[in-house]
Antibody, heavy 118, light 112 residues
Framework: EVQLVESGGGLVQPGRSLKLSCVAS????????MNWIRQAPGKGLEWVAY????????YYAETVKGRFTISRDNAKNTLYLQMTSLRSEDTALYYC???????????WGQGVMVTVSS | DVVLTQTPPTLSATIGQSVSISCRSS???????????LNWLLQRPGQPPQLLIY???RLESGVPNRFSGSGSGTDFTLKISGVEAEDLGVYYC?????????FGGGTKLELK
């Protein structure tokens, strides 16, 4: 069974940093691209970042470019999102999602909440 | 960036009714490799989204065949032929043809 489990969220002050993790199981992690997608409270979905299976291709949304870094450790089956210079508008539930062969998001974690507030 | 405009934002339906949701893109989603990376997701209350349809019209495994997708280029439609109670939630279209990937604003399906 495919499972994605996020962790690392919490309450953080504006301007500070936080690192999210997503541990994958039930599939060969190194074969799939992965994404971070977020959802602000009561709002829609916003794609944040993508990393290809071998980390060769990395894309970011403009709203986080230069502040967030996506990475992965295929030996540990883990996806990361390093978030710096956090702003109140980064407050959201952050999901990791697997990217299937045809670029669809076929499996999602339950999400981890990040709250940026003083 | 590609902008996806979903309409309507809210849809009220009775059980058994057929409904359609539109997703219009600001540019063609046809990739140079011939694929159109337009997908549909459903997010039930309190749950992560789930994949319904990919590549415009291909039904994800396990998804009931009352769901269907159609369209090409910039105009796409999700149809539910006979709404059931478990179909309630927010529907999103999402494109992954052009980076950055982008989502539509969502369509909330509720019971009339």
């Amino acid at each position: 069974e495919v499972q994605l489990v996020e962790s690392g969220g919490g309450l953080v002050q504006p301007g500070r940093s936080l690192k999210l993790s997503c541990v994958a199981s039930g599939f060969t992690f190194s074969n799939y691209g992965m994404n971070w997608i977020r959802q602000a409270p009561g709002k829609g979905l916003e794609w944040v970042a993508y990393i290809s299976s071998g980390s060769s291709y990395i894309y970011y949304a403009e709203t986080v470019k230069g502040r967030f870094t996506i990475s992965r450790d295929n030996a540990k089956n883990t996806l990361y999102l390093q978030m710096t210079s956090l702003r109140s508008e980064d407050t959201a539930l952050y999901y990791c999602a697997r990217q299937g062969v045809f670029r669809y998001f076929d499996y999602w974690g339950q999400g981890v909440m990040v709250t940026v507030s003083s | 960036d590609v902008v996806l405009t979903q309409t309507p934002p809210t849809l009220s339906a009775t059980i058994g009714q057929s409904v359609s949701i539109s997703c219009r893109s600001s540019q063609s989603l046809l990739h140079s490799n011939g694929n159109t990376y337009l997908n549909w997701l459903l997010q039930r209350p309190g749950q992560p989204p789930q994949l319904l349809i990919y590549l415009v019209s291909r039904l994800e495994s396990g998804v009931p065949n009352r769901f269907s997708g159609s369209g090409s280029g910039t105009d796409f439609t999700l149809k539910i032929s006979g709404v059931e109670a478990e179909d309630l939630g927010v529907y999103y279209c999402v494109q992954s043809t052009h980076a950055p990937w982008t989502f539509g604003g969502g369509t909330k399906l509720e019971l009339k």
